[in-house]
């Protein structure tokens, strides 16, 4: 979709703010915020895909006023709703009102260091031979869906060039939306700073994207 | 719930007032309601803060660089496939899944971006800086990276070519930057050490400080 999340080469937001001796969180609550999504994902009941999709399905206003453990916890309550773990009455009152579906697992404390060692890999084996291969003059479609995709508008209708065969991964425009898990190959392709952003780019600049397959067309 | 505003809003007072904060009464909610119902354990929660705090940070990657310098071979294996070569010292998981290490050269600079999200190499670097994940950066990067180096008090020179990463799909980028002139014999550890999280991010470069000169 293009929404709020899709920030390359928006202006108007000022300086980059980097702090000296940055502490992990601003806030106590930060920390209980990352630890809560992550155990609440551990329950299985949507992919990382879906939780991307809930967290830029923020109104703009909301977004851009958010900081990102908030655009989190925003986008977990209504994951957690969607899914029937938490309705707005549990919300309301800040305790469990009503019942809740049941998880595929609960992630224990004794299992949390095996769970993150782990991670989640999104590669997949796929019958199919790449289309395309390094060197490969490519361009980008252009297309503009409602739904969930990890083109950005930016780098829509370009030419660029293959860089790199990486692997067949989950497909996340089918993913988020419980399309199942579609696996495309991925590629590396590089563009230039012209062919993005046209007279007056830096000459220096060189810009790559990680780019499903379906996202290009041979130039 | 609505979150407009009819009148100005003051975010800055939220730094001081932990009590009514409205976000720490928001997730301690969530937290309540879901301990309650069984599909937490807070002592998960507990093991997932730590690991973060004392276990997976910029630590992990920096010894993942110093060994890159020190070692050919392990250099050649991290350009080739960079998850296993980090696998081998003990990092992976969660945000780390699929890697891919980039190496600066005199006539290279990369930066990694995550212009859709917050993308970010959590099994080698731990969790992402606020001004990763802000829209300054993340909108930025992709256009004017020169700009905001220099807001990192970063300046290439002119020649030097700008490749920046946007982390669009699951690979992971972590930046091995140049070794330091003048460290010639140094130990792994001692170079590790000068490895910073933002010279892995690309918006830093590493350089040796006086005092070990």
Redesign the interface.
């Known amino acids: 979709m293009n929404g709020p999340h899709d920030l390359g080469g928006q202006m108007g937001f000022g300086p980059v703010a980097p702090e000296t001796d940055e502490p992990l969180y601003h806030a106590a609550w930060e920390a209980r915020a990352m630890a809560v999504t992550i155990a609440a994902g551990a329950m299985g009941a949507w992919t990382i895909d879906e939780s991307r999709h809930a967290r830029e399905s923020l109104r703009p206003a909301d977004y851009y006023s958010s900081s990102y453990y908030e655009i989190w916890i925003k986008a977990l309550e209504r994951l957690l709703v969607r899914h029937g773990f938490v309705s707005a009455e549990d919300l309301a009152s800040g305790h469990a009102e009503t019942p809740a579906a049941k998880p595929k697992r609960i992630l224990q404390a004794d299992t949390v260091a095996a769970v993150l060692a782990r991670g989640a890999p999104c590669d997949r084996q796929v019958a199919a031979e790449p289309r395309f291969g390094p060197g490969d003059a490519v361009r980008t479609k252009n297309f503009h869906p409602e739904g969930h995709t990890r083109l950005p508008r930016y780098a829509r209708g370009k030419a660029g060039t293959v860089e790199a065969v990486r692997e067949a991964y989950v497909f996340p425009d089918s993913n988020a939306h419980g399309g199942g898990e579609a696996p495309q190959w991925v590629y590396t392709v590089v563009f230039s700073g012209g062919e993005l952003w046209g007279d007056g780019a830096d000459p220096t600049l060189r810009v790559s994207i990680d780019a499903w397959e379906s996202y290009l067309e041979p130039a | 719930?609505s979150?407009?505003h009819d009148h100005p809003h003051h975010?800055a007072d939220?730094?001081h007032d932990?009590e009514l904060?409205p976000?720490?009464?928001?997730?301690?909610?969530?937290?309540?309601?879901?301990t309650?119902?069984?599909?937490?354990?807070p002592?998960?929660?507990?093991?997932?803060?730590d690991?973060?705090?004392t276990k997976?940070g910029p630590r992990n990657g920096a010894h993942v660089v110093a060994r890159a310098w020190t070692d050919p071979q392990f250099a050649e294996w991290l350009g080739q496939d960079a998850t296993a070569a980090i696998a081998s010292l003990g990092y992976?998981?969660?945000?780390?899944?699929?890697m891919q290490a980039v190496f600066n050269t005199a006539d290279t600079h990369n930066l990694v971006v995550c212009?859709?999200?917050?993308c970010y190499p959590w099994?080698v670097l731990?969790?992402p800086?606020?001004?990763y994940?802000?829209?300054?950066?993340?909108?930025?990067?992709?256009?004017?990276?020169?700009g905001?180096l220099a807001?990192?008090g970063l300046v290439l020179p002119?020649?030097?070519?700008?490749?920046?990463?946007?982390?669009?799909?699951?690979?992971r980028y972590l930046v091995v930057p140049m070794r330091p002139d003048g460290t010639k014999g140094w130990s792994e550890q001692k170079l590790s050490a000068l490895v910073s999280r933002?010279s892995m991010i690309g918006?830093g470069v590493v350089d040796v400080p006086e005092a070990l000169t």
């Not at chain 2, 976000?23 to 879901?34: K, Q």
């Not at chain 2, 309650?36 to 354990?41: A, D, R, S, T």
């Not at chain 2, 992976?92 to 699929?98: A, N, P, T």
């Open positions: 719930m979150h407009d975010h939220h730094h932990n904060d976000m720490a009464a928001r997730v301690r909610a969530l937290e309540t309601i879901l309650e119902k069984g599909l937490i354990e002592a998960a929660l507990d093991a997932i803060i690991t973060y705090e997976v992976s998981g969660r945000q780390g899944e699929h212009t859709l999200c917050s099994s731990g969790l800086p606020v001004w994940k802000s829209p300054p950066y993340r909108s930025r990067a992709v256009i004017d990276p020169r905001v807001e990192f002119g020649t030097t070519t700008v490749r920046v990463w946007d982390s669009t799909a699951e690979l933002d918006t």
